[in-house]
Nanobody, 115 residues
Framework: QVQLVESGGGLVQPGGSLRLACAASGIIVDNYGWNWYRQGSGKQRDRVASITSHFSVNYAESLKGRFTISRDNAKNTVYLQMNNLKPEDTAVYYC?????????WGQGTQVTVSS
C-alpha cells in the first residue's frame, strides 16, 4: 500500500518560512520523480516544484528563488522549503508521484500566510 502523508503546514506571517514534508510508505522515494502541487481557494491545482530520480529540479517560474524541493532517501521523505512567504502562497499543498501505473496523492496540508 502506497501512502503519502504531508505535514508542516500552518499559519505563518508574510516573509516567514515553512518546510513541508511528504512522508512516503509502500514506495521508495529515490526510485521516482516527485511533485508538489498547490490549490488555492477557487483556483485550479498547479504544480509548484518537481524533483526527478536523478535529483534534477524544476519550479514554477513565479516561485523560483523562494521555494526549494529536496528529498532525504534515508528518511524516505520529500520536502518543500518555502521562504519569504506571501499571502498569495496561501493554499492546500499536495505531494504527488506517478509510478508509471498509478498517480498517487497525499491528503494535503494547509498553508495560510497572513498577518
Amino acid at each position: 500500500q502506497v501512502q503519502l502523508v504531508e505535514s508542516g503546514g500552518g499559519l505563518v506571517q508574510p516573509g516567514g518560512s515553512l518546510r513541508l514534508a511528504c512522508a512516503a510508505s509502500g514506495i521508495i522515494v529515490d526510485n521516482y520523480g516527485w511533485n508538489w502541487y498547490r490549490q488555492g481557494s477557487g483556483k485550479q491545482r498547479d504544480r509548484v516544484a518537481s524533483i526527478t530520480s536523478h535529483f534534477s529540479v524544476n519550479y514554477a517560474e513565479s516561485l523560483k528563488g523562494r521555494f526549494t524541493i529536496s528529498r532525504d532517501n534515508a528518511k524516505n521523505t520529500v520536502y518543500l522549503q518555502m521562504n519569504n512567504l506571501k499571502p498569495e502562497d496561501t493554499a492546500v499543498y499536495y505531494c504527488n508521484v506517478y509510478t508509471g501505473t498509478y498517480n498517487y496523492w497525499g491528503q494535503g496540508t494547509q498553508v495560510t500566510v497572513s498577518s
